[in-house]
C-alpha cells in the first residue's frame, strides 16, 4: 500500500500578512451616513413607525454600504432600523457573506443578526431572523414599516403570522433618498460633466461605417480616462448606441456580435445613450445623430421638438411643481409632430442610474418636486427613424433647477450630423 505523502504548511511572515482579511472604507464618509440615518428616523417619527425594515438593495447600499453581493429575492440583505431608543440598527445577512458584509459596512450598522443556508420556506430566508430581532425591540402593537413594492407576497404573509401584533405600514425608502446630499450631488455633478464630455468627444469622432461597438468601446475609454481612479464603470446597455435598425427598439438585450456588425450607414438615423458611474452614482444624457449631409424633416421636427420640451421643462422646474404639469409641457411640443411620445418624460436617478419610483414625470402622476430631487429628464419621440431625442440630468434647487452636465461640459443639445 503506497502511503499518501504528508502535506506541511509553512506559515511565512508573507503568507500571514496576506491572509488577514480586508477592511474596506465606504464610498463616502461617516457624517454622510449618519446624515441619512437621520433623515429616515425623520421620516419614521412622521409616520409614527416605532421600526422599519429596508429591504430593496439600492436603499440598503444607500444607508449601509458593504461589499457583499446582494439582490431582491436571492442571498438579500435587509436592513432593521428602530427609533433611536427602541434599540441598534441591525443588518440581517446571509452567513456565507457576513464577514465581508461586516467588513465593509457603514458607521450606522451597530449589530448584525445573520442566516444560514436552507431556509425552510426558502433557500436563503432572512424573515425569522428579522422577526426575532423585532421582538427584541419589545414594544406592545409595534409600528412596522416596508416597501410594499419591495416585499414580496410570501415573505410579507410569513413576517405578519410571526408577528401578529404589530401594525403594518408602506415606508418605501427610496422616497427619502431622492433627495440627494451634497456628496451625491458632487459625485452625480462628476459623473455627468465627464460623460456629456465623452460623448462630445465621441460623436466627433463617429463615421459611416463605424459600428456600435466602436463608439461603446470609444466612449468605455473616454470615461476611464477622464475619470482615473474614480472611474466606477461604463454602462453596457444597447442604449449606448442605437444605430439604424437598431434605434426602433428600447432596452433590448443585445449580444456583443450584433453590436459589432451594426454599422453606422448613410441615411440612418442613431440614439446614442450612454452613461458612466461614480461611486456608483450615474452621470447620463441622450443626443440623437444622423448619418448624412443632411437630416429628413421628419427627425429634424423631432429633435426640434424635442429641445422645446426640455427647454420649457428647465424653465419652470422649481420646488411645489407638479411632477404631471412637467411631463406636459415637455410632451405638447413633441406630439405636436404626430409621433409618438411612447414614455414617461423623467425619473429619478442615481444609484445604478434608474431611481425612478420616487420621482416620476408622467400624465395624472401624483408628487411635486422637492429641493434635491435629482432627475433624468427625458424629450423623446419614436417615429419612422425609431427612438430619438435629448436628455438632461437636473437637481432641483431652492429656487429653479440645475442641469449637471453644465454648458462648460460641452455637449450641446441638438442633431449632430455624421459623415
Keep these: 500500500m503506497i502511503e499518501e505523502p504528508s502535506i506541511v504548511l509553512r506559515v511565512t511572515p508573507e503568507f500571514s500578512a496576506l491572509s488577514v482579511p480586508q477592511v474596506y472604507v465606504p464610498p463616502f464618509g461617516p457624517a454622510e451616513y449618519e446624515g441619512r440615518l437621520d433623515r429616515i428616523r425623520t421620516e419614521m417619527e412622521s409616520l409614527n413607525l416605532?421600526?422599519?425594515?429596508?429591504?430593496?438593495?439600492?436603499?440598503?447600499?444607500?444607508?449601509?454600504?458593504g461589499k457583499a453581493k446582494f439582490e431582491y429575492a436571492d442571498n438579500p440583505i435587509w436592513l432593521i432600523v428602530p427609533r433611536e431608543d427602541h434599540g441598534p440598527v441591525t443588518a440581517v445577512v446571509r452567513h456565507l457573506e457576513r464577514e465581508t458584509f461586516e467588513r465593509s459596512a457603514s458607521n450606522v450598522v451597530e449589530e448584525i443578526a445573520e442566516y444560514r443556508d436552507g431556509g425552510i420556506v426558502m433557500p436563503y430566508d432572512p424573515v425569522?431572523?428579522?422577526?426575532?430581532?423585532?421582538r427584541g425591540f419589545n414594544v406592545p402593537g409595534l409600528g412596522l414599516g416596508v416597501a410594499y413594492r419591495y416585499f414580496n407576497?410570501?415573505?410579507?404573509?410569513?413576517?405578519?403570522?410571526?408577528l401578529p401584533s404589530a401594525k403594518h405600514s408602506n415606508f418605501p425608502a427610496e422616497q427619502v433618498r431622492a433627495i440627494k446630499s451634497a456628496e451625491e450631488l458632487n459625485v452625480m455633478s462628476i459623473?455627468?460633466?465627464?460623460n456629456a464630455q465623452a460623448l462630445y468627444k465621441a460623436i466627433g469622432e463617429l463615421r459611416i461605417g463605424s459600428t456600435e461597438w466602436d463608439f461603446m468601446e470609444r466612449i468605455r475609454q473616454l470615461h476611464s480616462e477622464l475619470l482615473g481612479p474614480d472611474?466606477?464603470?461604463?454602462?453596457?446597455?444597447?442604449?449606448?448606441?442605437?444605430?439604424?435598425?437598431?434605434?426602433?427598439?428600447?432596452?433590448?438585450?443585445?449580444?456583443?456580435?450584433?453590436?459589432?456588425t451594426m454599422t453606422a450607414a448613410t441615411n440612418a438615423a442613431g440614439n446614442l445613450e450612454p452613461g458612466v458611474f461614480v461611486k456608483s452614482y450615474v452621470g447620463c444624457m441622450m443626443?440623437?445623430?444622423?448619418?448624412?449631409?443632411?437630416?429628413?424633416?421628419?427627425v429634424v421636427r423631432a429633435i426640434e421638438a424635442s429641445a422645446e420640451g426640455l427647454e420649457d421643462a428647465l424653465a419652470m422646474m422649481r420646488p411645489g411643481v407638479r411632477f404631471s404639469d412637467v411631463d406636459r409641457v415637455i410632451r405638447e411640443p413633441m406630439l405636436k409632430t404626430g409621433l409618438?411620445?411612447?414614455?414617461?418624460?423623467?425619473?429619478?436617478?442615481?444609484?445604478?442610474?434608474?431611481?425612478?419610483n420616487a420621482v416620476s414625470l408622467a400624465p395624472g402622476t401624483e408628487g411635486v418636486l422637492q429641493e434635491g430631487h435629482t432627475l433624468h429628464v427625458i424629450a423623446h419621440t419614436y417615429g419612422p427613424y425609431g427612438f430619438l431625442g435629448l436628455s438632461e440630468q437636473v437637481t432641483i434647487t431652492n429656487n429653479g433647477c440645475r442641469v449637471l452636465a453644465d454648458e462648460d461640459a460641452g455637449c450641446p443639445r441638438q442633431l449632430f450630423l455624421v459623415t
Design 153 to 162: 407576497v410570501q415573505d410579507y404573509a410569513r413576517l405578519k403570522e410571526l
Design 340 to 356: 409618438e411620445v411612447r414614455s414617461r418624460t423623467g425619473y429619478g436617478c442615481g444609484i445604478e442610474w434608474d431611481e425612478g
Design 50 to 65: 416605532d421600526a422599519v425594515i429596508i429591504s430593496d438593495p439600492k436603499s440598503v447600499w444607500w444607508l449601509a454600504a
Design 231 to 260: 472611474y466606477g464603470g461604463t454602462s453596457e446597455s444597447a442604449q449606448t448606441a442605437q444605430f439604424g435598425s437598431h434605434a426602433h427598439d428600447m432596452h433590448p438585450k443585445r449580444l456583443a456580435a450584433e453590436m459589432q
Design 191 to 194: 459623473a455627468a460633466r465627464v
Design 128 to 134: 425569522p431572523v428579522v422577526a426575532d430581532v423585532l
Design 287 to 298: 443626443r440623437p445623430v444622423f448619418f448624412g449631409d443632411s437630416a429628413p424633416d421628419v
